[in-house]
């Protein structure tokens, strides 16, 4: 399994040995433990569940105190699941390290997008704006929605303003320029979602080229 949770810690870049600037993602990724191993036989599926980040103890209920007791290890904050094809080769309590990853391995990132609030149609659907002179007053509406009479609606899912961000958004076929085990750092080529210090998911690309 190649995949591992951690955090955006922000961008920064690197020189290739021909002098060429490559813009970076830091990510803080790991060690993340097993906390859970799915069957076939009991679930219906293969996975395994792992945690991520302490959590206090006055932060978690009875049932999920329960849930760490059980693997024998300490309380999480985040709990995720990576679908495997043998999970009989994990075991409870297991920690799983930023080196299960190598340089110029290809990744897909798994996070959430900065929430922008309520926005207007343009700068949420790249509407085009009305004109600027001659007396006109729309100048960042969204324009006619509908036709007048019929159907005197507007039909559902026409675009418009409203929330904008805070999506579930993968990037896909990012590579992996650095990986530095002792501190538990990725280094990933480009930009990955969300905001610094936002939870991401870095696995084994699924739509590589070969």
């Not at 961008?11 to 097993?34: C, I, R, W």
């Not at 209920?61 to 849930?67: E, R």
């Amino acid at each position: 399994m190649k995949g591992i949770l951690g955090r955006k810690l922000g961008m920064t870049q690197l020189f290739e040995e021909s002098g060429k600037v490559v813009p970076v993602t830091v990510v803080q990724a790991g060690p993340m433990v097993v906390t859970q191993i799915k069957t076939q036989e009991i679930d219906g599926y293969k996975a395994i569940q792992v945690g991520y980040v302490e959590r206090k103890e006055k932060h978690a209920n009875q049932p999920m105190k329960g849930h760490f007791a059980k693997a024998n290890v300490e309380l999480k904050r985040y709990l995720r699941e990576f679908l495997v094809e043998n999970p009989e080769e994990f075991e409870l309590g297991q920690e799983i390290k930023v080196d299960v990853f190598e340089e110029k391995d290809v990744v897909d990132v798994v996070g959430t997008s900065k929430g922008k609030g309520t926005q207007g149609s343009i700068k949420r659907h790249n509407y085009g704006r009305g004109p600027m002179g001659h007396g006109s007053k729309s100048h960042r509406i969204a324009g006619a929605r509908s036709a007048g009479s019929y159907p005197a609606r507007v039909f559902k899912g026409r675009k418009g303003s409203g929330k904008m961000g805070h999506d579930r958004v993968t990037v896909q076929n990012l590579e992996v320029v650095r990986v530095d085990a002792d501190k538990n750092l990725l280094l990933i080529k480009g930009a990955i979602p969300g905001p610094k210090g936002g939870l991401v998911t870095v696995k084994e690309a699924k739509k590589a080229s070969k």
